[in-house]
T-cell receptor, first 113, second 116 residues
């Protein structure tokens, strides 16, 4: 059982480049989330989705876009990467009735030069 | 704006000792979660606390919730090296929509190192 899978695991970008992080879950979870983790700041919610075709902004959405065209996938896009977006990105998913119990992916380390 | 504060941020302790990690939050909530993260790894759920006075135990770890004090504690009994990790508490904010769902606000984490 793969759980939550993120690709890529590592990426280095130059300022202004764009990229997409892919999150896939095989647990048939309704909710999916993208967080970023920075030293000393815990995890901060970027965007989330409560179902296929729906997305919403979290705490730090600026500079990111998301899409959830299929229930099992949640994509995070950076349109024009900035050094402030250097971070570790975690995708997570949860069920409808146990929404606070998040299942996390392994993380994607992004460096923007 | 909900604030979730953990202390200490760093904790170095010897095997066999007891200690408590504290998680304070700034707004009313009766849903609190503890997660563990090993270095370079993902987060995994440890405890789910869903009411005032809730207490959960797993091995050498015990978590409790006092919603009136807006405080949760994670108590470590007779620490062992394998408990070395970063521990996060996360507080549930308003539901995403009626019928379920939530948004978690995470604390900054407590990095625990248990010395052999």
């Amino acid at each position: 059982n793969a759980g939550v899978t993120q690709t890529p695991k590592f990426r280095v970008l130059k300022t202004g480049q764009s990229m997409t992080l892919l999150c896939a879950q095989d647990m048939n979870h309704e909710y999916m989330y993208w967080y970023r983790q920075d030293p000393g700041m815990g995890l901060r919610l970027i965007h989330y989705s409560v179902g296929e075709g729906t997305t919403a902004k979290g705490e730090v959405p600026d500079g990111y876009n998301v899409s959830r065209l299929k229930k099992q996938n949640f994509l995070l896009g950076l349109e024009s990467a900035a050094p402030s977006q250097t971070s570790v990105y975690f995708c997570a998913s949860s069920t409808l009735d146990r929404a606070g119990e998040l299942f996390f992916g392994e993380g994607s380390r992004l460096t923007v030069l | 704006e909900l604030k979730v504060e953990q202390n200490p941020l760093f904790l170095s302790m010897q095997e066999g000792k007891n200690y408590t990690i504290y998680c304070n939050y700034s707004t009313t909530s009766d849903r609190l979660y503890w997660y563990r993260q090993d270095p370079g790894k993902s987060l995994e759920s440890l405890f789910v606390l869903l009411s005032n006075g809730a207490v959960k135990q797993e091995g050498r770890l015990m978590a409790s919730l006092d919603t009136k004090a807006r405080l949760s504690t994670l108590h470590i009994t007779a620490a062992v090296h394998d408990l070395s990790a970063t521990y996060f508490c996360a507080v549930d904010t308003k539901p995403i929509f009626t019928g379920g769902g939530n948004k978690l606000t995470f604390g900054t984490g407590t990095q625990l190192k248990v010395e052999l």
